[in-house]
């Protein structure tokens, strides 16, 4: 998508105020560094993804870089692959994969398994070439040596390719370490309002499944503005059940409403009457919420409701579990956003104790 | 009309500028065979047109001796194109034609500019450039060119401009070529009323429909041999001006750009691969729909090779065609 039209361009000029920005280089630390020479071929086949086949006839071009270096005028599918070794291998904690910005769609695979996917291939297709591919790697799916990723690509039209980013590969993130549950990964959702949502008993197995942390525009709701629910379940360990316990859900794009078991425990607003320049900024805010103890139960139900101003929307960055008081206040110093001094967070964000 | 003729032929191309960057060409201006009137049987790779007289091309036929006629006439030329072309596309050039034209070779129709009676439509000031199917050319022997001109008035016949054979970019060579002649209609779909013939590819602008930016469809039939339908196959819709979506045996398979042209972007610059899922294609005959909208200017199927490819060589020509 190399020559962007007015409209798209200004679309451009808006995103650098308004989307999230680059992840903190400060929470992740490198694991294996992918940027470099790749496998490469055009095409589409599904056997790609198996490590079992051999691919080392393929041609070897450099990412990140825009395909059209190499094939001039390519469109449509071509697949990336890569070997590597895990050298250190973090005891606990969370590993990451980032690939930069891919143009226009893409999925991935390491070992075999599909570990994501950011867009949409046809028939339902949808570009996500202006969106940061950050994909939570299973556990056990790591051997110390003899790794292969799989990534495929489709591009509709100019460039194409695993494009940019100053981070493209494994990265170990800092702050998953310190949390007692990871809640990451796949959590319900639905746009659609409707009653009792943030009850416990509220039954949401028609709802769709998404990845959290990540935008529901990188998940099949392209376009999508406005209000959006999440909700999870999750099983209390009982090594922490005396401990005073807070909800980390990192950065909200824009505005949230949280409800554990069915009551209102935290929220962020945007207050127009504070500063008109900075109204829809209350997503660089990093949530973390306190637990009330008494809400807790063995089985609870987290809802999250989410307002989208417009762009991207969604819990679209972590951390996202819970922690105790102690590492509660590593994540906030952590993560405290320069943009927002401590003494403002209190206007936009409100705790409540039951 | 010929100061306004130069200021247009800016406008005029059908094939983008690099393509006619050629990387090597075969001169093919001279004297051509001439003959005024028409016949169908003129258009035939054996035709004997050793009586025919000799005009110089390009020049108007006016100044060739034939002052003041309108209508029909054809030239026919015969060119040897050596092996060394093999691999490239071969774009055949005609430089202006004053008014419409109908080219053949080796007795297949390649292309056609403008509108001829009854429902004439003027192309004088396009630059003609067709891209030749290149499962019809005989490399090393000697090819029949034959190029049916209508001339409404004053000055006609193959007037000005470049007139050549060019070796493009390195060829794709489709397991089945559909490069060719194309049923069209405009429209959002097929309507089997309003169908006539269309040469793929090159602008509708020249082949009828003058100024006309909107919704049609390009459709035809193709047979796959019995056995022959291995492994995944590529569909190679060219490049398109502006949007399209691709139809194969009625399944959607893909499309470029906003079809419904409400976001505006330049995917007429883009080549089409569309990678055709298991089970779509049968042995035996197969319908495929182009569906394009064109929001302004030259609409269509501009350029490009148009076919069918295995994967397998559609992988080898990308490899073949990378930049070293």
């Given at each position: 998508m190399?020559s962007?039209?007015?409209?798209?361009?200004?679309?451009?000029?808006i995103?650098?105020?308004?989307?999230?920005?680059?992840?903190?280089?400060?929470?992740?630390?490198?694991?294996v560094?992918?940027?470099?020479?790749w496998?490469f071929?055009?095409g589409?086949d599904?056997?790609?993804?198996?490590?079992?086949?051999d691919?080392?006839?393929?041609?070897?071009?450099?990412?990140?870089g825009?395909?059209?270096?190499?094939?001039?005028?390519?469109?449509?599918?071509a697949w990336y692959?890569?070997?590597?070794?895990m050298?250190?291998?973090?005891e606990?904690?969370?590993?990451?994969?980032?690939?930069?910005?891919?143009?226009?769609?893409?999925?991935?695979?390491?070992?075999?398994?599909?570990?994501?996917?950011?867009?949409?291939?046809?028939?339902d297709?949808?570009?996500?070439?202006?969106?940061?591919?950050?994909y939570n790697?299973?556990?056990?799916?790591?051997?110390?040596?003899?790794?292969?990723?799989?990534?495929?690509?489709?591009?509709?039209g100019?460039?194409?390719g695993?494009?940019?980013?100053?981070?493209?590969?494994?990265?170990y993130d800092?702050?998953?370490?310190?949390?007692?549950?990871?809640?990451?990964?796949n959590?319900?959702?639905?746009?659609?309002?409707?009653?009792d949502?943030?009850?416990?008993?509220?039954?949401?197995?028609?709802?769709?499944?998404?990845?959290v942390?990540?935008?529901?525009e990188s998940?099949?709701y392209?376009?999508?503005?406005?209000?959006?629910?999440?909700?999870?379940?999750?099983t209390?360990p009982g090594?922490?059940?005396?401990?005073?316990?807070?909800?980390?859900?990192?950065?909200?794009?824009?505005l949230?409403?949280?409800?554990?078991?069915?009551?209102?425990?935290?929220?962020?607003?945007?207050?127009?009457?504070?500063?008109?320049f900075?109204?829809?900024?209350a997503?660089?805010?990093?949530?973390?919420?306190?637990i009330?103890?008494k809400?807790?139960?063995?089985?609870?139900?987290?809802t999250?409701e989410v307002?989208?101003?417009q762009?991207?929307?969604?819990i679209f960055e972590?951390p996202?579990?819970?922690?105790?008081?102690?590492?509660?206040?590593i994540?906030?110093e952590?993560?405290?956003?320069?943009?927002?001094?401590?003494?403002?967070?209190?206007?936009f964000?409100?705790?409540f104790?039951? | 009309?010929?100061?306004?003729?130069?200021?247009?032929s800016?406008?005029?191309?059908?094939?983008?500028a690099?393509?006619?960057?050629?990387?090597?060409?075969?001169?093919?201006r001279?004297?051509?065979?001439?003959k005024?009137?028409?016949n169908?049987?003129w258009?035939?790779?054996?035709?004997?047109?050793?009586?025919w007289?000799?005009?110089?091309?390009?020049?108007?036929?006016?100044?060739?001796?034939?002052?003041?006629?309108?209508?029909?006439?054809?030239?026919?030329?015969?060119?040897?194109?050596?092996?060394?072309f093999?691999?490239?596309?071969?774009?055949?050039?005609?430089?202006?034609i004053?008014?419409?034209?109908?080219?053949f070779?080796n007795?297949?129709?390649?292309?056609?500019?403008?509108?001829?009676?009854?429902?004439?439509?003027?192309?004088?000031?396009?630059r003609?450039?067709?891209?030749?199917?290149?499962?019809?050319?005989?490399?090393?022997?000697?090819?029949?060119i034959?190029?049916r001109?209508?001339d409404?008035?004053?000055g006609?016949?193959?007037?000005?401009?470049?007139?050549?054979?060019?070796a493009?970019?390195i060829?794709?060579?489709?397991d089945?070529?559909?490069?060719g002649?194309?049923?069209?209609?405009?429209?959002?779909?097929?309507n089997?009323?309003?169908?006539?013939?269309?040469?793929?590819?090159?602008?509708?602008?020249n082949?009828?429909?003058?100024?006309?930016?909107?919704?049609?469809?390009?459709?035809?039939?193709?047979?796959?041999?019995?056995?022959?339908?291995?492994n995944?196959m590529?569909?190679l819709a060219?490049?398109?001006?502006?949007?399209?979506?691709?139809?194969?045996?009625?399944?959607?398979i893909g499309?470029?750009?906003?079809?419904?042209g409400?976001?505006?972007?330049?995917?007429?610059?883009?080549?089409?691969?569309?990678?055709?899922?298991?089970?779509?294609?049968?042995?035996?005959?197969?319908t495929?729909?182009?569906k394009?909208?064109?929001?302004?200017?030259?609409?269509?199927?501009?350029?490009?090779?148009?076919?069918?490819?295995?994967?397998?060589?559609?992988?080898?020509?990308?490899?073949?065609?990378r930049?070293r």
């Amino acid at each position: 998508m190399k020559s962007l039209v007015s409209n798209k361009l200004s679309l451009l000029l808006i995103t650098l105020f308004i989307i999230p920005v680059s992840l903190k280089a400060t929470d992740w630390s490198c694991v294996v560094n992918m940027s470099g020479s790749w496998y490469f071929s055009v095409g589409d086949d599904p056997s790609w993804a198996n490590p079992k086949t051999d691919v080392s006839g393929w041609d070897k071009i450099f990412v990140p870089g825009e395909w059209e270096e190499y094939y001039k005028d390519y469109n449509g599918y071509a697949w990336y692959r890569k070997n590597f070794d895990m050298h250190s291998y973090p005891e606990n904690g969370k590993l990451i994969l980032l690939l930069g910005k891919i143009d226009d769609v893409d999925e991935v695979f390491i070992n075999g398994i599909k570990v994501g996917q950011t867009g949409s291939f046809f028939p339902d297709y949808h570009t996500a070439y202006n969106i940061d591919r950050k994909y939570n790697l299973p556990e056990n799916l790591l051997k110390p040596t003899g790794n292969v990723i799989a990534v495929r690509v489709f591009d509709e039209g100019n460039q194409g390719g695993i494009l940019s980013g100053n981070d493209i590969g494994i990265f170990y993130d800092n702050d998953y370490s310190l949390l007692s549950l990871d809640l990451s990964g796949n959590w319900k959702f639905s746009t659609y309002r409707e009653p009792d949502v943030t009850e416990k008993r509220f039954d949401d197995k028609q709802w769709k499944t998404v990845l959290v942390p990540a935008s529901w525009e990188s998940q099949g709701y392209a376009n999508h503005d406005g209000y959006g629910w999440y909700r999870k379940e999750f099983t209390l360990p009982g090594n922490i059940k005396n401990e005073d316990l807070y909800l980390s859900l990192g950065r909200i794009d824009d505005l949230d409403k949280v409800y554990l078991n069915g009551k209102l425990i935290g929220r962020t607003e945007d207050l127009e009457s504070y500063n008109r320049f900075n109204r829809s900024n209350a997503w660089r805010m990093y949530r973390i919420y306190r637990i009330p103890s008494k809400l807790l139960e063995t089985r609870n139900v987290i809802t999250v409701e989410v307002y989208d101003y417009q762009q991207q929307g969604g819990i679209f960055e972590g951390p996202i579990g819970i922690v105790t008081r102690k590492n509660a206040n590593i994540l906030q110093e952590r993560n405290e956003d320069e943009y927002w001094p401590f003494d403002v967070r209190s206007i936009f964000q409100s705790i409540f104790n039951w | 009309m010929k100061f306004i003729l130069i200021a247009l032929s800016l406008t005029g191309l059908s094939i983008n500028a690099g393509a006619t960057d050629f990387y090597k060409e075969i001169n093919i201006r001279g004297n051509w065979y001439f003959k005024i009137g028409d016949n169908q049987e003129w258009s035939k790779t054996n035709f004997d047109d050793s009586n025919w007289k000799k005009n110089y091309v390009p020049s108007p036929w006016e100044d060739e001796g034939y002052q003041g006629y309108d209508g029909y006439a054809w030239y026919r030329q015969k060119i040897e194109i050596p092996s060394s072309f093999k691999d490239r596309r071969l774009i055949l050039e005609l430089g202006y034609i004053d008014d419409v034209d109908e080219v053949f070779l080796n007795g297949v129709k390649i292309g056609q500019s403008g509108s001829f009676p009854p429902y004439y439509s003027t192309a004088y000031n396009a630059r003609r450039l067709y891209e030749v199917p290149l499962n019809i050319v005989r490399y090393d022997g000697l090819n029949s060119i034959a190029v049916r001109v209508y001339d409404s008035q004053l000055g006609g016949g193959i007037v000005s401009g470049d007139i050549r054979i060019g070796a493009s970019d390195i060829s794709i060579s489709p397991d089945i070529n559909l490069t060719g002649t194309w049923n069209f209609n405009t429209g959002r779909n097929i309507n089997d009323s309003k169908i006539q013939e269309i040469i793929v590819p090159g602008r509708w602008e020249n082949q009828g429909f003058y100024n006309y930016d909107g919704y049609a469809v390009y459709s035809r039939t193709f047979t796959i041999p019995a056995n022959s339908i291995k492994n995944r196959m590529v569909f190679l819709a060219g490049r398109i001006d502006d949007f399209d979506q691709l139809y194969i045996n009625g399944k959607f398979i893909g499309q470029t750009g906003d079809y419904e042209g409400r976001e505006f972007s330049n995917k007429y610059t883009e080549f089409r691969n569309y990678f055709i899922p298991e089970g779509v294609l049968k042995p035996g005959t197969n319908t495929v729909e182009i569906k394009v909208y064109d929001s302004t200017g030259d609409g269509g199927i501009l350029e490009g090779t148009i076919g069918l490819i295995s994967q397998d060589n559609f992988i080898k020509y990308w490899r073949m065609k990378r930049n070293r």
